[in-house]
């Protein structure tokens, strides 16, 4: 048993694009699909598809690459944690790496990146950076 799982999500990634792996599966839990879709719409990686086998259930991200083979994703910073969870205002929440990058923030309103939450006038806990 882990004791921060979203943090293990984001090991997963970088361990996966470290071995220049396609895809990458993650046990499934409501948020850790949030933090998959919102990379999934801001162009970080291919494709989220949540599936089930022998009642786990489980979800796969494929993984984005350049021509090149360079991964989409730069870096994956957690900044909230179990033991310290970091909160933000609409006012609070700055972009990331000049807007090159995300921060994907737990609203009250679900899971979102950080332009978005500053769009809708709302605040959270500041999960991750992406770039």
């Keep these: 048993m ?55 259930r489980f979800f796969s991200i494929v993984l984005k690459y350049d021509k090149d083979g360079n991964p989409a994703i730069t870096e994956l910073k957690r900044i909230s944690s179990p033991g310290q969870r970091i909160y933000r205002k609409k006012k609070e929440i700055r972009k990331v790496r000049g807007g090159r990058g995300i921060s994907i923030i737990s609203t009250p309103k679900g899971v979102m990146d950080g332009a978005q939450a500053r769009a809708k006038d709302l605040g959270g806990e500041v999960i991750c950076e992406v770039w």
């Design 2 to 56: 882990y004791t921060d799982p979203i943090a293990d999500m984001l090991n997963r990634i970088r361990n996966a694009q470290a071995a220049r792996k396609q895809m990458v599966d993650i046990p499934f839990s409501l948020i850790k699909f949030g933090i998959g879709k919102c990379l999934e719409k801001e162009g970080f990686i291919e494709k989220v598809a949540e599936k089930k086998k022998e009642k786990k």
